[in-house]
C-alpha cells in the first residue's frame, strides 16, 4: 500500500452551504468539526480518495470518542458494526474505487451521541472550501472542539496529512430559505389569529 500525505482543511461549525442532515435535528446534535479532504494530491496524477489518510485519522477520532455502539454505513449495501471490519472491506477494494464511508452512527447506552456523514462534493464541485473534495463531518452532542483540536495537534494526525488551513464557521446551521419562509408563515398565522 502506497502512503501519501493528503491535504485537509478543518471546519469548526457549520456553513450555509452544507447540508445538516434531519437525524442531527432530531437527536439534538448541536456542534460541527469537518475534515474536508482534498481530492487532488501534489505528485499525483488523479483525483484520489486518501483512504490511507482517513482511516488513520478516523482511528485516531474514534479512540477520543466515548461510546459503546457503533455503525458504519459504507454505502447501500453494506453496514459494518466494527471499525476493523470496515478498515479491513474498504482496504480490499482497489485503490481507485475506494470511497469514504456514507456514514457513522456512534451511541452511548443506546443513545445517539455523534454523528458523522460524508458530503461527497467531489462528485459535483461545491464552494469553498468543499469544492471537489470527500467531506467527513461529525456532529456531536457536546462541545468537542477542545478534543478534536487535541487530535489535530497530534503527531500521528500531522505524518498522515499536511493542514491546509482551520477555518471557524457559524455556531449553528443557517436556516435554508425555505425553512426560514415557513417560519414567517407560521408567525403571521399567530399574529392573524389574534
Known amino acids: 500500500m502506497e502512503t501519501r500525505q493528503g491535504i485537509i482543511t478543518i471546519v469548526h461549525g457549520f456553513h450555509p452551504a452544507t447540508p445538516v442532515p434531519a437525524i442531527v435535528y432530531r437527536n439534538n446534535l448541536r456542534f460541527r468539526f469537518a475534515l474536508v479532504f482534498e481530492t487532488a494530491i501534489p505528485d499525483c496524477g488523479s483525483i484520489v480518495f486518501q483512504s ?9 477520532i474514534i479512540r477520543n470518542l ?26 480490499r477494494i482497489a485503490e481507485p474505487d475506494r470511497l469514504p464511508a456514507r456514514r457513522i ?6 443513545k445517539l451521541t455523534c454523528y458523522e456523514e460524508t458530503e461527497f462534493w467531489a462528485f459535483c464541485g461545491g464552494p469553498s472550501p468543499y469544492s471537489d473534495s470527500f467531506t467527513i ?14 487530535i ?18 457559524l455556531p449553528r446551521p443557517e436556516l435554508s ?18
Open 52 to 60: 490511507e489518510s482517513y482511516i488513520g485519522l478516523l482511528s485516531i
Open 66 to 91: 466515548d461510546f459503546d455502539g457503533i455503525q458504519i454505513d459504507a454505502d447501500e449495501n453494506n453496514t459494518y458494526d466494527s471499525f476493523d471490519s470496515y478498515k479491513e472491506s474498504l482496504f
Open 105 to 110: 452512527l456512534f451511541k452511548n447506552n443506546g
Open 137 to 150: 463531518s461529525f456532529y456531536t452532542e457536546n462541545d468537542m472542539s477542545g478534543t478534536f483540536d487535541a
Open 152 to 169: 489535530c495537534a497530534d503527531s500521528r494526525f500531522a505524518e498522515m496529512v499536511t493542514i491546509r488551513e482551520t477555518i471557524q464557521g
Open 177 to 194: 430559505w425555505w425553512r426560514k419562509l415557513r417560519l414567517i408563515n407560521r408567525r403571521w398565522r399567530k399574529g392573524s389569529d389574534r
